[in-house]
Structures are given as C-alpha cells and as structure tokens.
T-cell receptor, first 115, second 113 residues
Framework: EAEVAQSPRYKITEKSQAVAFWCDPI?????LYWYRQILGQGPELLVQ????????DSQLPKDRFSAERLKGVDSTLKIQPAELGDSAMYLC?????????????FGPGTRLLVL | AQSVTQLGSHVSVSEGALVLLRCNYS??????LFWYVQYPNQGLQLLLK??????LVKGINGFEAEFKKSETSFHLTKPSAHMSDAAEYFC???????????FGTGTRLTIIP
C-alpha cells in the first residue's frame, strides 16, 4: 500500500537555527498539504500545493517559513530562523485531486523540538 | 466559514463497552465530514467520511458515524471497545468549494481493561 513518506521523523534544533523537512507524497497525487499540529490540538493547514503551484499559504508565517514543490512531486518545508514556539509535529498529506470529498493521506510526521 | 467542535477532550470506556465520540460542525454550505485516528507519534489515518450519500457511514475497525443535519452532528460510535482503539480521534470538515480540512481539537480515547 502506497504511503506518504516524511523525513526526518524527529528533529531537535536550537532557536535561530534553520531546519528543513521533506515529504514525498503518494505517487500520482496532485495535491500536497503541510500541516502543523501543536501538542493537544488538531492539525492546522500551513500551505497547500496543486502540482507545483501554491494554492493556499494564508496561514504560513512567511517571514520565517518557506515551502516549495519544484517538480510537482516531493516537497520541502523550511523554517529559518526557528523559534521556541515552532516546536510541534509537522504533517504532510496528499490527495489525488483538489476536491473537498477527496481523502487526504497523511505521512508519519516530523516532530520538531526547538531549544 | 467552517468549524468543528469535539465535546470531551478525554473519554474513557471499559473494554467491550460502547464507544461514543461527539462531533458537531458549523458550515454555511453542505459539509463533507471526516473522522481520523492518530496513534502516538504517528500520522493520521482515515476511519470514515461522509460525502452526502448515505447518512450512516461505516468505516474501518468496526467504527461508524451518522450524519444528522438537524443536529449538525457527526458522532462516531463503535459497539464494543477494544484495547487497540486507544488513540486520539479527530473530526474534520470541508465543504463544497473548499477542500481545506478544518480539524477539531481531538478526543483522546482510553480503554479500561
């Protein structure tokens, strides 16, 4: 069964450092999402891609966060500089199409701890 | 605008007892509703979804949910709890014209042996 891959699974960094997370969606899935999940809360959408284009980045803190999906396949989310409040689980999800009924398939996530 | 409210951040049931996790939604247009499960340090896995076909939706692992428009609810049930059901459960909503998923704050289910 195809799965969404993410790496690393865990990342510890010091504040002001740069971090990057990688996501490889299920093959053929055109839509890719990055979510942030703070401990004890539900995931919140940071950015959504349709192929290589950003569809929604309204909740992405653009002064420090960036995301790209250059060839419309895998994606990278970067934080520079990291702040203490960025400690969270970062989840990547993908779906076949950009439709409300479509199931989003989630990867295992990257747990970030900023010291 | 769309939102989801999950009543009860923690629910405990005995093994073999009925599981009931509550979800109420708010949406200005007909919603699509999802239940996801999350085990510790893992991603989310879809249990079931409502996409305007049958109002009673059956999912994996013996779970089901009923869409009730009059009550704006989509509660998740399982007749008999198993130890392996212990996890965090999230209700989420999208709607026609907006594929963005809005999640509730989650309910942690504990199974008592």
């Amino acid at each position: 069964e195809a799965e969404v891959a993410q790496s690393p699974r865990y990342k510890i960094t010091e504040k002001s450092q740069a971090v990057a997370f990688w996501c490889d969606p299920i093959s053929g899935h055109a839509t890719l999402y990055w979510y942030r999940q703070i401990l004890g809360q539900g995931p919140e959408l940071l950015v959504q891609f349709q192929d290589e284009s950003v569809v929604d980045d309204s909740q992405l803190p653009k002064d420090r966060f960036s995301a790209e999906r250059l060839k419309g396949v895998d994606s990278t989310l970067k934080i520079q500089p990291a702040e203490l409040g960025d400690s969270a689980m970062y989840l990547c999800a993908s779906s076949r199409r950009r439709e409300p009924k479509e199931t989003q398939y989630f990867g295992p996530g990257t747990r970030l701890l900023v010291l | 605008a769309q939102s989801v409210t999950q009543l009860g951040s923690h629910v405990s049931v005995s093994e073999g007892a009925l599981v009931l996790l509550r979800c109420n939604y708010s949406s200005s247009v007909p919603p699509y509703l999802f239940w996801y499960v999350q085990y510790p340090n893992q991603g989310l896995q879809l249990l079931l979804k409502y996409t305007s076909a049958a109002t009673l939706v059956k999912g994996i692992n013996g779970f089901e949910a009923e869409f009730k428009k009059s009550e704006t609810s989509f509660h998740l049930t399982k007749p008999s709890a198993h130890m392996s059901d212990a996890a965090e459960y999230f209700c989420a909503v999208s709607n026609f014209g907006n594929e963005k998923l809005t999640f509730g704050t989650g309910t942690r289910l504990t199974i008592i042996p």
